[in-house]
């Protein structure tokens, strides 16, 4: 159902895949330009880009255009098929993610029942692609970057599993519009107004951030990427249009995460006392939802333009130490009031 | 740990939160939104100006050069006497000085050796080319940099008086 | 030194040349070779360092300078005394003034004239202000290679007080070639005084920002502890000067201990030890000299005595015949300048002693299995800077 039009299968898939190839990029854009170039630069006493557009805001198209327009090089040595296809394999991972997120009551991609778990399955694909982009590169530096990469993101994977279960129980469903019915019912210890999850489940609203963080490899988890050691890790043989795919990947899946993490733990696209419905209420929910989305995003690139990098050992050392006993921990604090109060 | 880690962290945070919302140092040299430039103190060695009559091709500044960088040309020749009936006398003509702004590192050795005060310093450093011969700046064209030769700076307290006019 | 080759020596150059190869994966047995630079963010130039590889882990490393020779000492030979200062304005590019200082001092030795009080202390203010804006580079520096992008960008953005301090009294931002044999070039412009007072405000400031920004932050501190410790008596052995070795504990600074006809001893300033020797005692070292820099700064323009800043020199300087060594404590570490002469207008032969020299050469000792960002920690704690080690 699109627009209240009974449209058969093959024309409504047709429509989203549309939706979703001129959404992705153009979410990226704008987090790339809000908070990588602007944002980032205001942080650090310059003004970043101003030439191109009003106050530098079609930067981005320029670099998008200049990517576009290079020549596809691969290193003599590399492993053409597998060099070529590993940004594919992780901008697959990127498009699927949107696919689950609710952006008004009657509006989603596809309104799955195991939303969340959909998401975060498929957002583990894209270590293939990174592992495949470092191994075929022919370049030590990928290698490594590609090592290094792989070990952190399976591990990390756990934190952000563990701290959405959580939510999955306190809500009792997976599918992502379900959990934000959830929220618009949740009354803690007989409260008036409906709680968003980040209440209860602060712990793992933390926990899922710095996780989000490591998935995206941002500093401070930016081992794979760390430009003053490796100089581009497992991206460093790639230009052109290749690279651009790992960039709107990185940025991408940066706000699909955010949006994942404001649906889970914020609301989404609901908020407390004003409930529009049909076709506005649509419109309205993606306002929130985007509004909460870009404040997730600014608390991600706030502690990525602060922080110094963590090592690669400490990385593994804090995700298997600390993440994980707390993400158990809060896991057995939520059954056990789950039980009690019901 | 986690009960440890917080204060350092969240100062550094709010570090860079607080720089977000000062004002930006940025000055915005070229584009749309304006020409800022910031004005190059007085004593800024962005060019040479030659001041003609001044010089008597005594080549000391070509000399002292480090990279040799100044070519000169003159020539001697009798000029009029400088009173009636006396002997005609014996001047050197300027006939070419170059200074290859390609080559020059700015020390500033020719403007001080120079003992007749023909070289001097000025701040003006937009005179970049497309071309590298076009930074052979000759004769006329260092004639031209003397417009922009600021006036020598009054000195701090306790400062010696300057003896003379040298720079 | 003998003539046969070590076995060590031809392994390295079987590496280096292995690591020149265009194949870059090499599957070996016994690790990777991997060749750090000679372009790479990480080295402050053009240095090159091969290191052996397990996994992640160094087996060995070597560090091979020379990629930015510029032939300073064979160029002295055929330039005259004010050109050679110009030149080696170049060489610790980002302490500017402070290269000028022991050339000038050894030919002033040889010639036994010595500067009025107000050129001294004139000097001494801005070698302090060199190494102010130095070390400022260092502290954002090393957030930068450990993964802090803003800390740098603080860093140049507080760096450009004090070079406009130095370009309005000496015309040029990085070279000020402003040290004359017998003085200075030229006296202070009105208001420097002020000027300098506001600045040195700004580096205030800017060192407490570093403080909270990466000396307080846990992640930078899990980091640098007990990265890269260097023994008090490894350090002497291998000639490290300057804050790498004040920060194994050793209380050496030559502003201190040598006598100098520069003004440190008219003021009151400390020197800062620390005994951990690791990467963060090294950061913590240099952001405590920029402030004790400060102090000494403003002591000195606070008693900045009147009169000329020039002796009586003759016109064109014939340095007496003779051999003199001076040297100081420059940003980096100790810096000497030994002069040889033979009356001419220029050094027979001018030999310059560079501390990023000596302090790379602890590289091969300290990176012994460390991992492979640690290299990157330990080489920006122990800053040196290429022009320093290749002249």
Known sequence: MILGLDLPYWASTLIKVGIALVAVPTATALIVQTFLFKTMAFMQSRLGPMEAGPHGSLQLMADGAKFVQKELIVPDHADRKVFVLAPVIVLISTFLLYVVVPIGPGAVGEALDTGIFFALAVSSISVIGILAAGWSSANKYSLIGGLRAAGQLIAYELPLVLAVVGVVMLAGTMSLQGIVHAQSNFHLFGSSIALPFFIPQIVGFVLFLIAAQAELTQPPFDMPVAESELVAGYQTEYSGLLFLF????????????????????????????????????????????????MLVSFLIFWIRFTYPRLREDQLQAFAWKVLIPVALGNLVVTAVFKVVLH | MPQLKLPGLVKGLGVTFTTMLRPKVTVQYTGPHGKEREAPPTRARGVIALKEENCTVCMLCARSCPDWCIYIEGHKDKAPPRREGGKPRTVQYLDRFDIDYSLCMYCGICVEVCPFDALFWSPEFEYSEARIADLLHDKGRLGEWMETVPEPLALEAGAEAKKGGKK | MSSTVSDRQRAAYIATQAADARVNVEIEAEGMTLNIGPQHPATHGTLRIVVRLDGEQVLWAEPIPGYMHRGYEKLAEVRTYPQITTLVNRIDWLGSFCNEVPFILAAEKLLGVEAPPRAQYIRTVLFELGRIANLILFLGDMGVQLGAVTPVFYAFRDREYVLNLIESATGGRFHPNYDRIGGLKEDLPKGWIDETKGALRHVRDFCDEMETLLLGNEIFAKRCRGIGVIPAHIALEYGLSGANARASGIDFDLRRDEPSPLAWKDADWKVWTHTDGDAFARY????????????????????????????????????????????TENPLGEMGYYIVSQGGLGPFRCKIRTPSFSNVSIVPWLLRGVFVPDVITILASLYFILGDIDR
Do not use: M, N
């Open chain 1, 246 to 293: 790992f960039y709107i990947g990185e940025f991408g899946t940066a706000f699909a995460l955010a949006a994942i993490a404001s649906t889970l733990f914020l609301g989404g696209w609901w908020i407390p006392l004003y409930h529009p419905s049909g076709a506005w209420g649509d419109v309205f929910g993606f306002g929130v939802l985007f509004v909460k989305t």
């Open chain 3, 284 to 327: 913590w070292c240099r952001l405590q000299e920029v402030r004790e820099s400060t102090k000494i700064v403003e002591q000195l323009l606070g008693g900045l005595p009147s009169g000329s800043i020039q002796a009586k020199v003759p016109r064109i300087i014939k340095v007496s015949a003779g051999e003199a060594w001076v040297h």
